[in-house]
């Protein structure tokens, strides 16, 4: 019986992508950065954007935390960067979260993106909140796109366009452009990544 071992700090940790690894080889990467790390437990959700790859890391403490990015080092991994996940939330002005959040999607951080849009999502209202929602959900489709799941973020993307606005919104955000590049995804069955 394999006995799972027990992390009590989980971190986002990112990668570059310099062997230019597509959402179809997220599997095989998750299985080389954990034959690397020594564990299965040791990292999980692995996500495969153009210029990373993105995974959660689980460490004891600060030590072992340096261990394991010392060992993907050693491999020629290049850290983009180390966040500590599960931790309260800072408070931040609706204004700067949907700015912030856009602009992670932008950058292909859609895990991130998803959690900042989040944020505001729960205190908002009304067309608002469906407009939010939309937002959330064409990010988590595609982070469902990095995990190596195109069926599911097709399906995702069909559910964002029940909610997206139909005339304005106070979100600062080209809808109808938005909608445009959803249902040309849609059409095509072909997933193609584009900015807000």
């Not at 989980?10 to 310099?18: E, F, K, V």
């Not at 998750?30 to 954007?49: D, N, T, V």
């Not at 959660?56 to 403490?61: P, Y």
């Amino acid at each position: 019986m394999h006995k799972r071992e027990f992390y009590s700090t989980r971190y986002l940790l990112r990668l570059a992508n310099r062997e230019s690894y597509s959402p179809e080889d997220a599997q095989a990467v998750s299985e080389q950065i954990r034959k690397i790390l020594g564990s299965k437990e040791s990292a999980s959700h692995f996500r495969i954007s153009t210029q990373a790859l993105e995974f959660n890391l689980f460490a004891r403490d600060e030590a072992e935390l340096q261990e394991r990015i010392r060992l993907l080092e050693e491999q020629g991994h290049k850290i983009l960067s180390t966040k500590i996940l599960d931790t309260p939330p800072v408070a931040i002005g609706e204004a700067e979260a949907l700015s912030g959040g856009i602009n992670l999607f932008n950058e292909e951080r859609f895990w991130e993106s998803h959690e900042v849009l989040e944020s505001i999502w729960r205190v908002s209202e009304g067309s608002e909140k469906e407009a939010l929602h939309s937002l959330i959900l064409i990010a988590a489709a595609f982070v469902h796109f990095q995990k190596g799941e195109p069926d599911i973020c097709l399906s995702v993307l069909k559910r964002a366009t029940t909610r997206m606005p139909m005339g304005s919104s106070r979100i600062p955000v080209d809808f109808t452009k938005l909608r445009q590049n959803v249902d040309s995804i849609l059409n095509s069955g072909r997933i193609q990544l584009f900015k807000i």
